[in-house]
């Protein structure tokens, strides 16, 4: 994007409507483009201060029912006109992601833009879809005659608090579940990627959603932690690392927030010997190198069968080593670079632990400094990998794959098992029957059989155990943005006497 695009939301938070500066003396930070390691822009860095006016904004939007208030139709009609918007400034938006994040322009434009499009139109459908039951009632003794049904209210300001691998689409699941709901939200960004959200929050504006009714307040760490600890915040919806995760499950327990978890991931990939190799390669090939390997459930922990095992780390290492590396904006490429010098030093250390450790060392492993200042790092194999090593427990988020060899289909399933995560995995095999014992064996939130990484509006996406907690996306996406309300009426004559 002309550096121009992004100089209306320069130094700029989104509140009640209004761009406005960071409070607090207009602080700001410089916002770092991955492919050169030179800032391209200034971005606002919101003080708790503003986070408070973001709130508070959101409180009376709340108050007033200027969303709520509107016909459920015409909510699902503005969602829908959201999701035109997005299509119809689909090249502006992969430029400004490409940008912040590095990645590859064709990845954004095949996948991310359109999918977070889809998210708000699956979203709009539930609008109209979402209300309470009428139900039985049932009491001890004598009852008479009552009635019983439920409601479906909104939970109340809803903090949403996101990563940056993918600067549209995490806020989209959050953004559009918050607002089919009919909340009021708070939305901090990732810092490393402010203005998307941006471009999204002025999207929303345009598309008709009322002012207060979606705030955005890039900033840092402090910022979220500022969104988490406001008593005006109902309920937190984060992703990002687990240890954050885990920080924010105990900043909100005071004053028993509701929070929904979508956290990190080690995801194996299991490949059976009876599948095409090629087949299996190229699976296993998106599975770890997408969006340079910065993919929650990305398949990092690839299990293949050792009756095959040599022969598909020789094809896999010859594939990897075709893919061109490169900055995003350039259409061939296929991986771009990693989001900052400090998570490229973060992967090389993990290269060499893998090393020292005792694995193989197929390919790649180094940055490749004839790219320029960018942060660009090979493709990179290990093999030879045990369970036990730290690059087969630990979530690198970057380009590195770990094949590990197993025995059979119980081998296979209890090193997929042997993990802190739960968030995906994926099986390769021709027999329908092991493809299914296997997806039922796999303690994690989404298993694919013979594909991998593709996802669905329509599909709850979430982890076990250390993953996270609770569904985004599906058709129940939208129970953790609303409580349920009991309504007893008692139809007798005469009211119940208790005493
Ligand atoms: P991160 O946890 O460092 O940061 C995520 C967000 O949380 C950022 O906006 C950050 O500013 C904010 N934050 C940090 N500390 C906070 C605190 N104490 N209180 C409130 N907010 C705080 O994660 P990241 O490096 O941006 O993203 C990478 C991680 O995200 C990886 O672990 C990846 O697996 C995970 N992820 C998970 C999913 C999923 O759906 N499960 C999707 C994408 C990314």
Partial sequence: MAIDGVRRWERRLFIDGEWVAASGGDRSYLVIDPATGEAFAEAADGSPADVDAAVRAASAAMDDARWLGIDPLERSRTLHRIAQLIRERQDQLADLMTRENGMPVSFAQWLEIPMAADVFDYFAALVPTTGGRTLPFSLPGPQGQYLLFTLKEPVGVVGLITPWNFPLLMPAWKVAAALAAGCSAVLKPAPETPFTALALAEICAEAGVPPGVLNVVPGGDETGAALVAHPGVAKIAFTGETAT???????????????????????????????????????????????????????????????????????????????????????????????????????????????????????????????????????????????????????????????????????????????????????????????????????????????????????????????????????????????????????????????
């Fill in 245 to 499: 995760g885990a920080k924010i499950l105990a900043a909100a327990a005071p004053d028993i927030k509701r929070v929904t978890l979508e956290l990190g991931g080690k995801s194996p990939n299991i490949v059976f010997d009876d599948v095409p190799l090629e087949e299996a390669v190229s699976g296993a090939v998106f599975g770890v190198y997408l969006n340079s390997g910065q993919v929650c459930q990305a398949g990092t922990r690839v299990l293949v069968q050792e009756t095959i095992y040599e022969r598909f780390v020789e094809a896999l290492a010859e594939r990897v080593r075709q893919l061109k590396v490169g900055p995003g904006r350039d259409p061939a490429t296929d991986v771009g670079p990693v989001i900052r010098e400090h998570q490229l030093r973060r992967i090389l250390g993990y290269v060499e632990t893998g090393t020292r450790e005792g694995a193989r060392l197929v390919v790649g492993g180094r940055r490749l400094e004839a790219l320029g200042p960018g942060y660009f790092v090979e493709p990179t194999v290990f093999a030879g990998v045990t369970a036990e090593m730290t690059i087969a427990r630990e979530e690198i988020f970057g380009p590195v794959a770990a094949v590990i060899p197993f025995r059979d289909e119980a081998h296979a399933i209890e090193l997929a098992n042997r993990t802190l995560y739960g968030l995906a995995a994926g099986v390769w095999t021709r027999d329908v029957k092991r493809a299914l014992r296997v997806a039922r064996g796999v303690r994690a939130g989404t298993v694919w059989v013979n594909t991998y990484q593709v996802l669905s509006p329509t599909a709850p996406f979430g982890g076990y155990r250390q993953s996270g907690l609770g569904r985004e996306l599906g058709p129940d996406a939208l129970e953790p943005y609303l409580e349920t309300k009991t309504v007893i009426v008692d139809l007798n004559e005469e009211a119940l006497r208790f005493f």
